[in-house]
């Protein structure tokens, strides 16, 4: 395990465990423990018959609110931190004040369960998410003052525990547009940014061949580009469909596996850009994008300087760079579509 945070809370529980346990834990590189057995979760959290549980901070929409519920109020917390909260179904006597211990890492876990507590507005605003288009600076902008907030890793996670109407100010997430206006309400809004295809895509095939990157917790799609010479990759199917990423989490239909060229997809994704009560933006815009997404969240204006994050070192994987060029003509016509609409919005904005 390279990942320090990760590694604290292995080391946490390796003391704790008793030889019939059963880890439930994130999908990663842990180590095979001493004792128990291991079962691994992504985008819902089943805990069945587990008696420890690593829970992971970011995943708490993957696990139904009763389940969450039933955790912190009749499980021992043994161990919190930046990323994890550990629980053990039968921990010893002496974790009985863990919680108070542990309140500052404890935190977010209590808000999301007041959410309802914490709502100012009287609609919700979704945030489109499409991955690699500086989505994860624009959420941390625009979030960090929301106390309200939930954010979904996956569309299967949405679906098996999908947000109340009263629940949450700011909803986020890889969710394509179409899932979420199923679980919306008319006075509801959607929020995005779209990049430059090419650029996109690009940031995605980079993203995946970071060599510190664990390819466990990828898509098959993010999998593929980093096992395939970039050129083969090209001529598989998936290679289509992340070239015109946006474009389909924008215009495609809920559980479909939609071809970009298709008419119907470039018409709703151009119908959801062209809403009134939407705000869509290019990257070329993303400073006024967060001040605008926090006027229609009803926050105070920012002082502090937009933190990037997430962002590839383009010096050290110059190999992958030049991999990725030497494919250009390729891509661009794989990317077609998308750049259509693309360049659509750009001229609007």
């Not at 985008?43 to 993957?62: C, P």
């Not at 902008?141 to 100010?169: C, E, L, M, W």
Request: glycine residues 4%.
């Amino acid at each position: 395990m390279l990942d320090p945070v990760w590694q604290a809370a292995w080391d946490s529980l390796l003391p704790q465990l008793k030889p019939d346990d059963r880890i439930l834990a994130p999908i990663g590189d842990w180590p095979t423990p001493p004792v128990g057995t291991l079962r691994h979760y992504t985008d819902r959290i089943e805990v069945q018959n587990a008696s420890v549980v690593i829970l992971h901070k970011g995943r708490l929409n993957a696990l139904p609110r009763e389940a969450l519920v039933r955790l912190c109020n009749e499980w021992q917390i043994v161990f919190a931190n930046e990323v994890f909260v550990c629980f053990l179904r039968d921990g010893p006597r002496r974790f009985i004040n863990s919680l108070r211990r542990h309140s500052r890492h404890f935190l977010p876990v209590r808000h999301h369960l007041r959410t309802r507590h914490f709502k100012r507005l009287g609609n919700t605003i979704f945030f489109v998410h499409i991955p690699k288009t500086a989505g994860t600076t624009v959420w941390n902008a625009i979030g960090h003052t929301v106390r309200a907030k939930a954010y979904y890793d996956s569309t299967a996670s949405f679906r098996a525990n999908p947000p109340s109407d009263d629940q949450f100010d700011l909803v986020g997430g890889h969710i394509p547009l179409a899932t979420f206006q199923m679980h919306a309400s008319p006075q509801d809004r959607f929020i995005g940014l779209l990049r430059d295809p090419v650029l996109r895509f690009r940031a995605a095939f980079l993203h995946s061949r970071r060599p510190y990157e664990d390819p466990k917790t990828f898509t098959p799609t993010m999998r593929l580009m980093r096992e395939l010479p970039f050129k083969e990759f090209l001529a598989h199917p998936d290679a289509r469909q992340e070239a015109n990423l946006q474009l389909l989490m924008l215009g495609g239909s809920p559980g479909n596996d939609d071809d970009p060229t298709d008419r119907d997809v470039f018409v709703r994704a151009c119908r959801a850009l062209d809403s009134p009560r939407n705000l869509f933006m290019t990257t070329d815009h993303v400073a006024k994008f967060i001040a605008d997404s926090r006027i229609i969240l009803q926050t105070r204006p920012s002082t502090m300087p937009t933190q990037h994050l997430n962002v590839s070192d383009l010096d050290a994987q110059a190999d992958d760079l030049a991999e990725f060029a030497a494919c250009l003509p390729q891509i661009r016509a794989l990317a077609a579509p998308e750049l259509v609409l693309y360049e659509r919005l750009r001229a609007h904005s």
